[in-house]
């Protein structure tokens, strides 16, 4: 039976919380979908939660050599770990952060992931990081994907070398990418675009991200490894269009997180009840699709399903309105 199927058995129970909302910036200026059940029953090896591992972090200095005699691409990376190596290899998981918003800001979710058994890397790309010795340019993110190729290949020689703090603690088949505003264009070209395609990722979460145009190549060109669209419903930076539109493009295995009345940043960035839900929604799929774990499917319905703060589903063209999206493709 597949993740997907086994996933519809669940049993449909309420799941309330307070909500709260928010609007943001730092990215560029009727629906048919099906609604998983919740369930409480796990018929595998239970999830690992949130908060399980005490997490270590270093810090790399990787530099990716210019082509033809240009310089380097500095690429300064956090990497955050389980301390513990009894339960190593781990998967890994590289976060790209959104224009104009420096890694740190992230911490709290990056932790939340690291804590639950996942390696995490976290590159600071150039030219769109606000600590940047160099000119901010948003459209430097047409390089970023080769950036975040490189970063993997890296840390993959790491844990396979033995003098690394990195050593044996990554598992080189379960690899996922996860990116926010101008950070999930450049994960969901990793995984959706010819430009940019990279086999060795098996999962994308696209935390209010969008095609964009400037990558050029061709959107969802072939097969699309498990795809997870959160989005803020009052997103005014990457509006909730940005997100049906990848969505609905996607005739692959694709689950959605409909934040209902949260704006672009606070979900990401700001501790609260919508940091919650990301947190464990993008936990549970990243154990079910890295790990292997089909009760990931129905522990993202348990909780993504929160009244008056969040809907969560699978399949069809999603929950938002279809619509015109800055910089993505007509």
Same mark, same amino acid.
């Given at each position: 039976?597949?993740?997907?199927? $086994?996933?519809? *058995?669940?049993?449909?129970?309420? /799941?309330?919380?307070?909500?709260?909302?928010?609007?943001?910036?730092?990215?560029?200026?009727?629906?048919?979908?099906?609604?998983?059940?919740?369930?409480?029953?796990?018929?595998?090896?239970?999830?690992?939660?949130? !908060?399980?591992?005490?997490?270590?972090?270093?810090?790399?200095?990787?530099?990716?050599?210019? %082509?033809?005699?240009?310089?380097?691409?500095?690429?300064?990376?956090?990497? /955050?770990?389980?301390?513990?190596? =009894?339960?190593?290899?781990?998967?890994?998981?590289?976060?790209?952060? !959104?224009?104009?918003?420096?890694?740190?800001?992230?911490?709290?979710?990056?932790?939340? /992931?690291?804590?639950?058994?996942?390696?995490?890397?976290?590159?600071?790309?150039?030219?769109?990081?606000?600590?940047?010795?160099?000119?901010?340019?948003?459209?430097?993110?047409?390089?970023?994907?080769?950036?975040?190729?490189?970063?993997?290949?890296?840390?993959?020689?790491?844990?396979?070398?033995? !003098?690394?703090?990195?050593?044996?603690?990554?598992?080189?088949?379960?690899?996922?990418?996860?990116?926010?505003?101008?950070?999930?264009?450049?994960?969901?070209?990793?995984?959706?675009?010819?430009?940019?395609?990279?086999?060795?990722?098996?999962?994308?979460?696209?935390?209010? !991200? =969008?095609?964009?145009?400037?990558?050029?190549? &061709?959107?969802?060109?072939?097969?699309?490894?498990?795809?997870? %669209?959160?989005?803020?419903?009052?997103?005014?930076?990457?509006?909730?269009?940005?997100?049906?539109?990848?969505?609905?493009?996607?005739?692959?295995?694709?689950?959605? $997180?409909? $934040? *209902?009345?949260?704006?672009?940043?606070?979900?990401? $960035?700001?501790?609260?009840?919508?940091?919650?839900?990301?947190?464990?929604?993008?936990?549970?799929?990243?154990?079910?699709?890295?790990?292997?774990?089909?009760?990931?499917?129905? %522990?993202?319905?348990?909780?993504?399903?929160? &009244?008056?703060?969040?809907?969560?589903?699978?399949?069809?063209?999603?929950? /938002?309105?279809?619509?015109?999206?800055?910089?993505?493709?007509?």
């Amino acid at each position: 039976m597949t993740v997907a199927a $086994l996933a519809v *058995l669940g049993a449909l129970i309420a /799941w309330a919380a307070l909500g709260s909302t928010g609007t943001g910036s730092g990215k560029r200026t009727g629906a048919s979908s099906t609604i998983l059940p919740a369930s409480t029953t796990t018929t595998t090896a239970p999830l690992t939660a949130i !908060g399980t591992y005490d997490v270590s972090s270093l810090s790399l200095e990787i530099v990716e050599p210019g %082509a033809a005699g240009a310089p380097g691409r500095s690429l300064p990376t956090t990497v /955050w770990y389980p301390t513990s190596t =009894a339960a190593a290899p781990y998967p890994l998981l590289v976060f790209s952060q !959104g224009y104009d918003v420096s890694v740190a800001s992230y911490q709290g979710l990056i932790h939340d /992931w690291a804590s639950a058994g996942f390696v995490v890397a976290a590159p600071t790309y150039p030219h769109t990081d606000p600590s940047s010795p160099a000119t901010l340019d948003e459209d430097d993110i047409v390089n970023h994907p080769a950036d975040l190729r490189f970063v993997i290949t890296t840390l993959l020689d790491d844990s396979a070398s033995g !003098g690394s703090a990195l050593s044996g603690l990554i598992r080189s088949s379960a690899i996922g990418v996860v990116g926010q505003s101008d950070g999930g264009d450049v994960s969901l070209a990793t995984v959706a675009n010819s430009c940019c395609l990279d086999p060795r990722v098996k999962a994308a979460a696209i935390l209010s !991200g =969008a095609e964009w145009a400037g990558m050029g190549g &061709t959107w969802f060109p072939g097969t699309t490894v498990p795809v997870l %669209a959160v989005q803020g419903t009052a997103d005014t930076v990457n509006p909730p269009t940005c997100s049906a539109q990848f969505f609905g493009e996607d005739p692959f295995t694709k689950y959605w $997180l409909s $934040l *209902l009345g949260a704006g672009h940043l606070p979900p990401y $960035l700001d501790p609260g009840t919508d940091q919650q839900v990301v947190a464990e929604v993008t936990t549970a799929f990243f154990e079910a699709e890295l790990s292997g774990r089909p009760a990931g499917i129905a %522990a993202m319905a348990a909780d993504g399903n929160v &009244t008056d703060m969040s809907d969560f589903g699978t399949g069809g063209v999603g929950p /938002w309105p279809p619509g015109s999206c800055p910089g993505a493709p007509a």
